[in-house]
């Protein structure tokens, strides 16, 4: 039997799972798959959670919700060494997308019992873990100003009538990057840090090289402010063309430091993770997932 704990946010995607969390396991357990099912009740409880297991205690954790969740798992479940298993049932599922794991839960949950063992990069900011990526300016207020009832009764286009709102209203502010100590500042008013290239669907890449067992983060810098320059930038990942902009700056690196004139928002996985300034690394093959 395959000791699995299945957390299950019933929240992700506006309740996007509960139609099939039954179903995923009673196959599971049809499959020799001993499941103890966990209902999160609120944010945060994801990783309180995965934070109490204990090495050697189940075999896989099993995360059935959106980006969020998956970030609050890892988070609570490092430095332990146990694979996970994603069934997406999110917003988003950035990192699902990025990966092929199916949309279906039926089918994403098989790699339980029949999958193949991948070891994945992290990025890391201060002494957190994402999976998928962040993002500094705009973006992080949109997401700040959405509210829950809105996302979850229209999943991505809550976040568009909230960008609509908010664009004319946004102050921008400088954002500083320093990736060699000592070394001039980069000068941007927006920018995304990816360990996935996909940034929240699979149409629009702002990391476009970037790779989930390379090692490095992708950094894309946005120099210019106001909401005319960010609708040019959107429409340029979209045609995959944004990187041969003038007034965009791309790299990778493992480490790099970044700072603003004012508090400026930080979005990691889908939430808002705090303000700057903060640190970004790599922790390379820090998480091991059945796919």
Same mark, same amino acid.
């Not at 919700?65 to 599922?93: H, M």
């Not at 992290?122 to 959405?146: E, M, Q, R, W």
């Not at 001039?184 to 360990?195: E, I, S």
């Not at 700072?259 to 400026?264: D, G, I, R, V, Y």
């Given at each position: 039997?395959?000791?699995?704990?299945?957390?299950?946010?019933?929240?992700?995607?506006?309740?996007?799972?509960?139609?099939?969390?039954?179903?995923?396991?009673?196959?599971?357990?049809?499959?020799?798959?001993?499941?103890?099912?966990?209902?999160?009740?609120s944010i945060g409880d994801a990783k309180e959670v995965a934070k109490e297991i204990k090495?050697?205690?189940?075999?896989?954790?099993?995360?059935?919700?959106?980006?969020?969740?998956?970030?609050?798992?890892?988070?609570?479940?490092?430095?332990?060494?146990?694979?996970?298993?994603?069934?997406?049932?999110?917003?988003?599922?950035?990192?699902?997308?990025?990966?092929?794991?199916?949309?279906?839960?039926?089918?994403?949950?098989?790699?339980?019992?029949?999958?193949?063992?991948?070891?994945?990069?992290?990025?890391?900011?201060?002494?957190?873990?994402? *999976?998928?990526?962040?993002?500094? #300016?705009?973006?992080?207020?949109? %997401?700040?100003? @959405?509210? $829950?009832? &809105? +996302?979850?009764?229209?999943?991505?286009?809550?976040?568009?009538?909230?960008?609509?709102?908010?664009?004319?209203?946004?102050?921008?502010?400088?954002?500083?990057?320093?990736?060699?100590?000592?070394?001039?500042?980069?000068?941007?008013?927006?920018?995304?840090?990816?360990?996935?290239?996909?940034?929240?669907?699979?149409?629009?890449?702002?990391?476009?090289?970037?790779?989930?067992?390379?090692?490095?983060?992708?950094?894309?810098?946005?120099?210019?402010?106001?909401?005319?320059?960010?609708?040019?930038?959107?429409?340029?990942?979209?045609?995959?063309?944004?990187?041969?902009?003038?007034?965009?700056?791309?790299?990778?690196?493992?480490?790099?430091?970044?700072?603003?004139?004012?508090? *400026?928002?930080?979005?990691?996985? #889908?939430?808002?993770?705090?303000? %700057?300034?903060? @640190?970004? $690394?790599? &922790? +390379?093959?820090?998480?091991?997932?059945?796919?």
């Amino acid at each position: 039997m395959i000791k699995t704990k299945l957390i299950f946010d019933p929240i992700s995607g506006g309740g996007a799972g509960k139609e099939y969390v039954d179903e995923v396991v009673e196959k599971l357990r049809n499959n020799k798959v001993d499941v103890d099912l966990y209902t999160t009740k609120s944010i945060g409880d994801a990783k309180e959670v995965a934070k109490e297991i204990k090495e050697g205690e189940f075999d896989v954790i099993a995360v059935m919700g959106g980006d969020g969740t998956i970030n609050e798992v890892i988070n609570g479940l490092l430095p332990t060494n146990i694979p996970i298993n994603i069934i997406p049932s999110g917003v988003a599922n950035v990192f699902a997308n990025e990966v092929g794991i199916s949309r279906n839960p039926l089918k994403a949950c098989e790699a339980i019992y029949k999958g193949n063992l991948y070891e994945v990069d992290l990025g890391k900011i201060n002494d957190s873990y994402f *999976l998928s990526l962040a993002s500094i #300016g705009f973006d992080s207020h949109v %997401l700040k100003d @959405t509210p $829950s009832s &809105l +996302k979850r009764k229209y999943g991505k286009l809550a976040y568009i009538y909230t960008g609509l709102k908010t664009v004319f209203s946004y102050e921008p502010s400088p954002i500083y990057v320093t990736v060699k100590e000592n070394a001039k500042k980069k000068k941007c008013y927006f920018m995304v840090v990816g360990n996935v290239s996909i940034y929240g669907t699979p149409y629009v890449k702002m990391t476009p090289k970037a790779s989930v067992n390379d090692g490095l983060l992708d950094v894309c810098l946005f120099k210019k402010e106001n909401f005319i320059n960010y609708f040019r930038y959107f429409l340029g990942a979209i045609f995959k063309i944004h990187t041969q902009f003038p007034d965009v700056e791309y790299f990778q690196t493992d480490k790099f430091y970044v700072e603003s004139e004012k508090p *400026l928002l930080v979005e990691v996985d #889908g939430d808002v993770w705090g303000e %700057l300034p903060t @640190t970004f $690394s790599i &922790l +390379k093959q820090g998480l091991r997932v059945l796919l």
